[in-house]
């Protein structure tokens, strides 16, 4: 068995072995990852934190070792908390990471981060902190960065820099944590999820003060939200069903 990780800012994992084939999510700086297919030019791998597999190019895989690869899934990790912080390589030069990179990498990379961090578990005041810092950021499905992301990577990403593990998807991350009966019962950084026609979970978002939801949908953005799902002020009308409400603090 073959280990990596991630020693860039952001790298895409994609369905298939191709440049053209679709995101279906992202690694970011820090990221480990288990090898489950090597290739001419690609590497099928799964993620170690969510178990998502998908496929990367081989000119951005950084092999490490099993030893190296144990020490680092046996931290705690250290999530960077600003929306772009920069880390030193031995040569002095510069490179960005993302909010939500895991800085337990830097000195097996040799690296020094300039920056604000955090790793302990925070309240739900932190996590209503973490999501308004990527208000407006453009939706890009696969996305788990500032500067592009999608429904279920926004409240994974939220919850993972407050020190809470969720699933890639909405469907998966809906499976967590405790179910509310009502919206009443729900408390602000709770998450809520919207199904479609047929019952399948799509969406998620976390709930905000107010009867207010903060979700990516075109962007990261605030609308309202009752027992029918969330209402769109600038559309008049409801844009997501709602199914249910997870507790996760």
């Known amino acids: ?12 994992v994609r369905a298939d072995k191709q440049d053209q084939s679709e995101i279906v999510t992202q690694l970011l700086y820090g990221d480990t990852y288990t090898v489950l297919l090597s290739q001419k030019k690609w590497t099928k791998i799964r993620i170690d934190a969510d178990r998502y597999e998908g496929w990367i190019s081989n000119n ?14 046996q931290q705690d ?36 981060h300039e920056g604000n961090r955090c790793s302990q578990k925070q309240n739900r005041e932190a996590i209503l902190k973490t999501a308004y810092l990527y208000l407006n950021a453009p939706y890009l499905w696969g996305g ?20 809470y593990s969720l699933f890639r998807d909405a469907s998966q ?11 009443e019962e729900s408390q602000a950084g709770d998450l809520a999820f919207f199904d479609d026609a047929e019952g399948n979970i799509i969406h998620v978002g976390i709930l905000l003060p107010n009867h207010k939801i903060i979700h990516a949908h075109g962007k990261v953005r605030i609308d309202g ?6 209402y769109n002020k600038e559309l ?4 997501h069903k709602l199914r249910m409400i997870k507790s996760i603090v």
């Open 1 to 12: 068995m073959k280990y990596g990780v991630c020693q860039l800012g952001i790298v895409s």
């Open 60 to 73: 951005q895989h950084f092999e490490i070792q099993k030893p190296q690869w144990e020490e680092l899934s």
């Open 77 to 112: 990790a250290t999530y960077a908390t600003d929306l772009i912080s920069y880390c030193h390589q031995d040569n002095g030069l510069l490179f960005p990471i993302p909010l939500g990179s895991n800085l337990n990498v830097q000195q097996l990379l040799s690296h020094q």
């Open 144 to 163: 788990k960065s500032p500067f592009g992301i999608d429904c279920s990577g926004f409240s994974q990403m939220v919850y993972r820099i407050n020190g």
């Open 173 to 183: 991350q809906a499976e967590q944590g405790q179910t509310l009966s009502f919206i």
């Open 225 to 230: 939200i009752d027992q029918t799902g969330i």
């Open 236 to 239: 008049q009308n409801h844009s």
